[in-house]
């Protein structure tokens, strides 16, 4: 097959298999393990093919911001997907665990934009004046590859493994969080599952704003006012296997729970 059957070929095969919620194998065997420019192509056809679909893009996740992640998948960058306004629930709002596959929780900062990032080139000021507020939140991951046998071009492809995110309601201007020493707890049933902090997420969720605005640019896709930012995870995540809430708090910013209904 040339090259754009094969990104096609492997797009359907992940739009597949969200859609009937079974796994499939990792893409890596059909694309090189770092072909990351065909990963990425991968993505973007199932991105198109939703927007195609009447749906809505509302902003990007960033991935892989652990340098432990990174440096277990072989990579010395994050990666991004994109998010959907069908992805969004509100805090404490029923999800269907029907709808997911082997979804996991992570406890992130997310910023919502006010104002275009377009400069080739960010700085932590031209974020800091961008964004009208940053949030508590939880994405749900899910990878469409199977027991999350995953390396770099195969999360990529999958967009970033995501699946659906929560934001909290209590807006918070950056000047009012300490982004880098902000304690995080994820719990369940008061059971605290996952512990970490802003410096968990690149040392600091701006470097990963920064990052994902530049890239976001050299795409010629920039990050747009309105647009929310899931910059990354403050803690390890924690897999989903039975319905419940999972809250998280995070200082400075409050709380914010995803609702796993059956």
Not at 36 to 50: E, L, S
Not at 160 to 168: K, R, T
Not at 182 to 196: I, N, P
Not at 251 to 259: D, I, K, N, P, Q
Request: charged residues 20%.
């Amino acid at each position: 097959m040339t090259e754009p059957n094969i990104v096609n070929a492997i797009a359907a095969r992940l739009r597949d298999a969200e859609a009937t919620r079974q796994t499939v194998a990792p893409v890596r065997g059909e694309i090189a393990i770092d072909d990351i420019a065909t990963a990425y192509a991968v993505q973007q056809a199932n991105v198109d093919a939703r927007i195609a679909q009447g749906e809505r893009i509302v902003g990007r996740k960033i991935g892989l911001t652990s340098m432990a992640v990174q440096k277990q998948l072989g990579v010395d960058q994050p990666d991004f997907g994109a998010l959907f306004a069908s992805m969004a629930y509100g805090d404490s709002q029923p999800m269907p665990l029907s709808r997911l596959i082997q979804p996991k929780v992570e406890a992130e900062i997310a910023l919502v934009l006010e104002h275009d990032l377009t400069h080739e080139r960010h700085t932590f000021a031209d974020i800091l004046r961008a964004s009208a507020y940053a949030l508590a939140a939880i994405e749900v991951v899910d990878s469409r590859i199977q027991n999350w046998d995953i390396r770099f071009v195969d999360t990529v492809a999958d967009n970033a493994s995501s699946a659906l995110f929560v934001l909290g309601s209590r807006p918070v201007p950056l000047s009012a969080v300490d982004l880098t020493a902000c304690a995080m707890t994820l719990s369940r049933d008061g059971e605290v599952l996952s512990r970490g902090n802003g410096a968990a997420c690149l040392g600091n969720p701006l470097n990963a704003a920064v990052w994902l605005a530049d890239r976001m640019v050299q795409l010629g896709t920039p990050l747009r006012a309105g647009d929310v930012v899931l910059t990354g995870a403050l803690g390890p995540m924690v897999a989903v296997t039975e319905p419940g809430t999972y809250t998280t708090e995070i200082e400075g910013l409050g709380s914010v729970r995803a609702t796993f209904a059956a």
